[in-house]
């Protein structure tokens, strides 16, 4: 059912469900290349989107659009787990590019 359109190196870069030209050709829709490559971006992209979340869930509560504690408290804890970890990180960061002594 998709027709696929491949990069030089044979790598799938585009999945359509019709053919958009001949420079897409018919793959069976059980092909696990894929299956396989579709998880692979979708993967690829978690990080970047989880990060796109926190910082909208922030601007929300900056513009005083909702208030944090009307999130579900797992979600809550999530939120503040990520929030200390990320300036930990940071933190971390700054002290080994300083030269500082721990």
């Given at each position: 059912?998709?027709?696929?359109?491949?990069?030089?190196?044979?790598?799938?870069v585009?999945v359509?469900?019709?053919?958009?030209?001949?420079?897409?050709?018919?793959?069976?829709?059980?092909?696990?290349?894929?299956?396989?490559?579709?998880?692979?971006?979708?993967?690829?992209?978690?990080?970047?989107?989880?990060?796109?979340v926190?910082?909208?869930?922030?601007?929300?509560?900056e513009?005083?659009?909702?208030?944090?504690?009307?999130?579900?408290?797992?979600?809550?804890?999530?939120?503040?787990?990520?929030?200390?970890?990320?300036?930990?990180?940071n933190?971390?960061?700054?002290?080994?590019?300083?030269?500082?002594?721990?």
């Open positions: 059912m998709p027709y696929v359109k491949r990069n030089q190196q044979g790598a799938i585009a359509h469900d019709t053919q958009i030209d001949d420079s897409y050709q018919w793959i069976e829709a059980s092909d696990l290349k894929v299956t396989a490559q579709a998880k692979e971006a979708l993967t690829g992209t978690d990080q970047e989107m989880v990060r796109v926190e910082d909208l869930i922030d601007l929300l509560m513009k005083q659009i909702f208030v944090f504690t009307e999130l579900p408290e797992a979600v809550q804890a999530k939120l503040n787990s990520r929030k200390r970890l990320r300036e930990d990180i933190l971390l960061a700054i002290l080994v590019n300083d030269d500082a002594i721990f």
